[in-house]
Structure formats: C-alpha cells, structure tokens
C-alpha cells in the first residue's frame, strides 16, 4: 500500500516540484510509464525526465510560478484538479520569445495514481487566455 493517497501525491507534485522547484522530488512522484497529456504542448512527455524538462522549462521561462490550487476531487486512483497558474513570462517558451508580461491561467487536470507515483495527467487549460496574455492573439473579444 503506498504511503500516500492519489490526492496527496497530486497536491505534493504542485507543491513541492511545479511551485517549490524541487526537481529531485520528481524520481519519488512520476513512474517511470507516466504521459503528460497537453494540447499546448506539441512533444510527447514520456516518464521523469520528460516531465523535469517540461517543470524545468515552465518555471525557467515564468518567474515567480505559482499554481494555486483551487479544487481537487479524488476518485478512486483519478484525481481531478481545478487550478490557477500566475507569473510573469520572462524567458523563452514554448518558441515565443519573452514579453514580460504577467500570466494568468485557470485551468483542470486529471491524474491517474497507481503505488503513489503519477502514471497519467491530461491538462485542460485556457490556452486561448494564454495566448491572449503573451500578445499572440489579439485581445478583442469575438
């Protein structure tokens, strides 16, 4: 039986790696078949090293990244989350160059936790806002 419930391992993902930059926590949390599921991102995410790229490149390119937790849900071995993302984008990401402008993104994830380790996660976020938010697409509304 693992030493943590699927919640628990979920929330210590956001807190200790996405928001505390731990990468080493990465080895205790994400199995070695996890799959990253995002339509902003084109690559596949395969495993933890995969995944500490991807953190390592989020956190890298928005300083002071923090994901907020706003609601999570377990059922079973899925975890659903509804968060928050705020900073500042300062670095290369995702092939847009820096603007310096702040972030702000809601959004919902679902993890899938099998012996404590995050075998899953398909992310759901306001790609649209994201891109709005860098000056990639034009603000008027439709």
């Known amino acids: 039986m693992p030493s943590r ?28 078949e996890f799959v990253y599921r995002n339509p902003m991102i084109e690559d596949s995410v395969r495993g933890p090293e995969d995944y500490r790229w991807l953190v390592e490149n989020f956190r890298g390119a928005v300083s002071d990244f923090e994901m907020a937790v706003e609601q999570m849900i377990e059922d079973d071995d899925i975890v659903a989350t509804r968060f928050r993302t705020t900073g500042t984008h300062e670095r290369e990401l995702l092939g847009v160059e820096p603007t310096g402008n702040r972030i702000d993104v809601t959004g919902a994830m679902f993890d899938r936790v099998e012996d404590g380790k995050l075998v899953e996660r398909w992310v759901n976020d306001d790609a649209l806002g994201f891109m709005r938010q860098l000056g990639l697409v034009d603000q008027r509304p439709f």
């Open 5 to 32: 419930t699927p919640m628990e391992t979920v929330r210590q993902d956001i807190e200790d790696v996405w928001n505390g930059g731990d990468f080493d926590a990465i080895d205790a949390l994400v199995a070695d």
